[in-house]
Structures are given as C-alpha cells and as structure tokens.
C-alpha cells in the first residue's frame, strides 16, 4: 500500500494499486483507446469537494477494503477523504488535483494530484474508476501530470506504491520511475512497507504540425 510522504504529511496515497493499465506508449495495447475522447481533463476547484470526497473513498475501499480490518478503515476513510479534507487540499497553494470527467455523464473517472516543493514534485494520488481502467486514461493523466511539473518548473517527480502492488510498480517503471528507497505506512497498527520511486521530469516533445 502507498503511505503518505514524507514531505506531504500524514495524508493518504495508496491509490496506485488502482491506476489504470498502461497504453501502447508504455508498451501495452489498449482496449478501445477512443473511449477517451470522451474525457475531458480539468483542475479541481473547492467546489468539486463533495463528489471527490466521495469517488476517493469508495475507490480506497473497494481495492483495499478485503485487506483492512473495518474499524482501521472506517476511521480511514473518515481523516483521509471527508469533505473538510478535500477542500483543503484542494485549496493548498502548493497542490494541483486534476480532474478527469466523463463528457457524456460528466461524472468522475479519475485524478491526479500533485504537490510541489520547490523542484521536487510529488505524484500523491492517482485515481482510475473501474470502468476506465485498460483504456488509456492513466497514460493521459501522466502526460497532463508532466506538463504541470514543467509549468512548475520541476525537476524531479516522485511517488511512494506498496510493494505488493506490483502491476502498479510495473507501470510506474514503464513510465520512467525507478526505486530509489522505502517508506512505512501504518493503518492503525499495520505497518505498511512502500517504495519510494522517482524520475527526472521528461522535457516537452515538440509535435509536428500539419
């Protein structure tokens, strides 16, 4: 399971055993990659709160709800991803929570969320719904997470993934991320082991035009 960083407080991350399956730029076909025209990918405002409060805390406990003894979860989901919590770290100056909505039913379909310190960036969140996973999503959200790292002017991007969460170690690495050290998590008395990854934010490619 992810912990939380050691730079961003004690706020949750473990939602990268629930990133989508990497596209064909990672090396990886993709089910039906036109469903994502669908998406339309913006930045979250404190008034998207509410529905982001609850998509986070139902995404956190279907994946890693059979692991968790119920009273650490509940007590969980209630500090980690209330209302109160979300408005705030949405408000953080120094974060940027992208959304990923369905165009046709405007509901949620992922996120990403970011926290900038200086030029060290970390990926904090990263949210693929069920029914978006193996369709290209995550590939699109990492492209938007790296033009917000280079509007931010950052050098390094990094994460914190359990390491039993090995399909999404698998991803990270096809992106670019490598190991480069460990952290421990506790939900309630279970101490958690996840890696520390990390890699050097990709420059813009330019695109041919015509």
């Known amino acids: ?23 064909e730029r990672w090396g990886t076909s993709v089910t039906n990659p036109a469903d994502c025209s ?19 805390a139902r995404s956190f406990q279907e994946t890693f709800g059979p692991e968790s003894k119920p009273r650490d979860m509940e007590a969980y989901l209630a500090k980690a991803f209330s209302p109160a919590v979300q408005t705030a770290e949405i ?11 369905d165009d046709r039913t405007s509901g949620l379909a992922g996120y990403a969320h970011l926290v900038a310190r200086n030029a060290d960036i970390e990926l904090k969140r990263l949210y693929v719904d069920a029914p978006w996973k193996g ?3 995550a590939a699109r959200l990492m492209d938007r997470i790296f033009e917000e790292c280079r509007r931010h002017g950052g050098d390094r991007l ?8 090995h399909r999404a170690m698998a991803f990270y690495e096809k992106v670019g991320f490598r190991v480069s050290g460990s952290e421990t998590f506790m939900l309630g008395d279970d ?3 996840d890696h520390v990854m ?10 041919p035009s015509g």
């Not at 509410?50 to 998509?55: K, N, P, T, V, Y």
């Not at 408000?91 to 909505?101: K, M, N, P, Q, S």
């Open 91 to 101: 408000a953080d100056a120094a974060a940027t929570v992208i959304l990923a909505l």
């Open 135 to 137: 369709r290209g999503l």
């Open 198 to 207: 990390e890699m050097a934010v990709p420059r813009a490619v330019a695109r």
């Open 191 to 193: 101490a958690q082991t």
């Open 38 to 56: 669908r998406i339309v990918l913006r930045r979250a405002t404190t008034d998207d709160a509410r529905a982001l409060s609850g998509f986070a």
């Open 1 to 23: 399971m992810v912990n939380a960083s050691a730079a961003g407080g004690n706020v949750e991350s473990w939602s990268f055993m629930y990133a989508d399956a990497p596209d």
């Open 158 to 165: 990094w994460l914190t993934v359990w390491v039993r969460n």
